[in-house]
T-cell receptor, first 112, second 116 residues
Framework: GNSVTQMEGPVTLSEEAFLTINCTYT??????LFWYVQYPGEGLQLLLK?????DKGSNKGFEATYRKETTSFHLEKGSVQVSDSAVYFC???????????FGQGTELSVKP | DAGVIQSPRHEVTEMGQEVTLRCKPI?????LFWYRQTMMRGLELLIY????????DSGMPEDRFSAKMPNASFSTLKIQPSEPRDSAVYFC??????????????FGQGTRLTVV
């Protein structure tokens, strides 16, 4: 079936460190891929997305590239800030419409 | 638009009681989703609607759970009777129709349910 696997958290980094959160997926067909972010006490918000192989999604300094050959969509940021502390969810949407399948989430904590 | 609105934000109830969670989607959105978030199981899709019609309820854990969408601007998720293992944060989300791919889902702030 379709699924998403993320690296386990929590991830703790110092401010200005480089961030990578790994995400791999299993899907039939050609899914769209997403990263959502959840700040404390809030719902999820879309961070970035990519709809086909080799697409790069980017927003707020975060980037992720849709790699079909490795079925991956790793999230990266060159220099994290304290305000980036949140839970990050990788997700896919497959062709049958409507359903987003989420990974288990990775908690990021950035220390000053 | 005020976004997806959920109520209540917090609910504490005793085991065996009926609980009703409410959601107002963004106006004009055709799809509405109910998710449950727990530490153990992460974010699980319970059910979703398209134009007020339930499309997939395979994630509803058992018959104690039911969801309705009587009109385009309102949905409820009911648990009857509630049990301590139902304690979780329940999210409602909505998204536009007219081509499902590549459209963003908008989430409410969630209802934190505690069953004691």
């Amino acid at each position: 079936g379709n699924s998403v696997t993320q690296m386990e958290g929590p991830v703790t980094l110092s401010e200005e460190a480089f961030l990578t959160i790994n995400c791999t997926y299993t899907a039939t067909g050609y899914p769209s891929l997403f990263w959502y972010v959840q700040y404390p006490g809030e719902g999820l918000q879309l961070l970035l997305k990519a709809t086909k192989a080799d697409d790069k999604g980017s927003n707020k300094g975060f980037e992720a590239t849709y790699r079909k050959e490795t079925t991956s969509f790793h999230l990266e940021k060159g220099s994290v800030q304290v305000s980036d502390s949140a839970v990050y969810f990788c997700a896919l949407e497959y062709n049958q419409g409507g359903k987003l399948i989420f990974g288990q989430g990775t908690e990021l904590s950035v220390k000053p | 638009d005020a976004g997806v609105i959920q109520s209540p934000r917090h609910e504490v109830t005793e085991m065996g009681q009926e609980v009703t969670l409410r959601c107002k989607p963004i106006s004009g959105h055709d799809y509405l989703f109910w998710y449950r978030q727990t530490m153990m199981r992460g974010l699980e899709l319970l059910i979703y609607f398209n134009n007020n019609v339930p499309i997939d309820d395979s994630g509803m854990p058992e018959d104690r759970f039911s969801a309705k969408m009587p009109n385009a601007s309102f949905s409820t998720l009911k648990i009857q009777p509630s049990e301590p293992r139902d304690s979780a944060v329940y999210f409602c989300a909505s998204r536009p129709g007219g081509g499902l791919m590549n459209t963003e889902a908008f989430f409410g702030q969630g209802t934190r349910l505690t069953v004691v």
